[in-house]
């Protein structure tokens, strides 16, 4: 089983690995191989090379065919004699424990798999025990079907310090029990007290819900990196924790934002990303309640990506998974100001694509779909806020209508001081 340590990712060099399949061509690929190579900087490390494979579907015993497998080795060789080593490969899917130890054997490296790097970015990026809570069960998920050799590392991690200690585990083994069971039933007991914790916290999160008052709960929601927190800095005056890095929020943070007159609550919440593992979104329940039980969803999307429409995609299909699918939606296309296009030449005369057209034009077939739910802005650059400013306001103003009838909220004092 593999050991969640931050310090194993930070400043090694690392490969990636992917595969080009019939359900993922080239292009496809190597667009995710972009964003791993973008969760390794974000862990610390930096990738020195890319390799990939076209196979029908990822090899069972390797995740790779065994001529890959040797390129790659050859390739670590390589860089040994040169005094440069290779400290991990980064595969882009998930891996088994048969995968991983098969692979480790051969290639004599670190390996990671995409989901072990976003558990490790998680770890490193987790402030309140509550997030660390969630990380830690998140992580003993993963480890789970993958128990191998690593019992010191089980024997420490009972003696208690992670994200809430825990009592030592000295004396549990019974008579007859094996080393992998032994495993098994320490991460089975650790699950079971994290659970516990993560339970009461979602108890006490769910009173602080309710003493909030009559009061209308926008969430910001996106894709990881789209810009969510620059946003609700600029919307909630505050200092929100923003950077050009992938999962730079993991703790909901809810701040109190009045707009002329009218006061409401505004989340900012954890982006989402490609393959993200279902065990991590059931891990993160209790910070994804303020995207269930928000009146209002802003979908924060960054429209100078190349493949923004299928991050708009995993975003609606996330939502959907945690019961939040359905909800009024505005659609805020950020970043306007980095947008780049293709301009094709006069003689070219193959069809058109996504790539070459101007941002007027693609303003104007979004905007055709979803009439004025959809906005344009640059928060960076702060151009069209006053314009979602107002729209937001304008749309927080009929659903309090609607929600509270008889309350009125133009003469209402509110308390201040509403934090994570």
Not at 185 to 193: A, E, G, K, N
Not at 230 to 236: I, Y
Not at 360 to 386: H, P, V
Request: with cysteine; proline share 2%.
């Amino acid at each position: 089983m593999k050991e969640f340590v931050i310090s194993e990712v930070k400043s090694e060099t690392a490969i990636l690995v992917g595969l080009i399949t019939k359900k993922q061509d080239e292009r496809k690929t190597n667009e995710y191989l972009d964003e791993l190579a973008f969760l390794a900087e974000t862990a610390g490390a930096v990738v020195v090379k890319r390799f990939t494979q076209k196979l029908d579907q990822a090899h069972q015993v390797t995740y790779i065919g065994k001529g890959k497998l040797e390129e790659i080795k050859h390739y670590i060789q390589a860089e040994e004699d040169e005094d440069r080593e290779v400290g991990m490969a980064i595969f882009d899917d998930e891996l088994s424990a048969k995968q991983i130890r098969n692979i480790e054997q051969e290639l004599k490296i670190k390996i990671l798999d995409r989901t072990s790097l976003i558990l490790d970015i998680f770890a490193m990026r987790a402030q309140t025990a509550n997030a660390k809570t969630q990380v830690e069960l998140a992580q003993y998920k993963y480890m789970l079907p993958r128990l191998q050799r690593l019992w010191t590392h089980l024997e420490r991690q009972g003696g208690g310090s992670g994200a809430g200690g825990g009592k030592g585990m000295v004396g549990l083994r019974g008579p007859g029990e094996t080393q992998l069971e032994m495993d098994r039933r320490i991460i089975l007991s650790r699950m079971s007290l994290l659970k516990e914790r993560l339970a009461e916290i979602d108890k006490q999160k769910s009173t602080q819900r309710k003493n909030r008052g009559r009061l209308i709960r926008v969430a910001l929601v996106g894709y990881t990196n789209v810009g969510k927190s620059t946003l609700m800095n600029l919307l909630a005056k505050s200092e929100v924790f923003a950077e050009n890095k992938l999962f730079a929020t993991l703790d909901t943070t809810v701040r109190k934002v009045i707009i002329e007159n009218l006061p409401f609550l505004l989340s900012d919440t954890v982006g989402f990303i490609r393959k993200l593992p279902t065990d991590l979104i059931d891990s993160f329940k209790s910070t994804l309640d303020e995207v269930r039980e928000a009146d209002l969803l802003v979908h924060v999307v960054d429209i100078s990506h190349p493949d923004f429409e299928e991050q708009i995609e995993v975003v609606n299909k996330t939502l959907a998974e945690i019961g939040a699918g359905g909800k009024p939606t505005m659609l805020l296309f950020n970043k306007i100001d980095a947008y780049t296009y293709i301009k094709k030449d006069e003689d070219d005369l193959t069809p058109r694509t996504r790539e070459n057209w101007t941002l007027e034009e693609l303003m104007q077939t979004w905007m055709a779909k979803m009439e004025d739910n959809c906005l344009f802005i640059s928060a960076r650059e702060k151009t069209g806020i006053e314009q979602f400013r107002t729209t937001l306001y304008e749309r927080v103003k009929e659903l309090h209508v609607q929600k509270y009838p008889y309350n009125d909220f133009l003469f209402q004092k509110y308390d201040d001081g509403i934090e994570n």
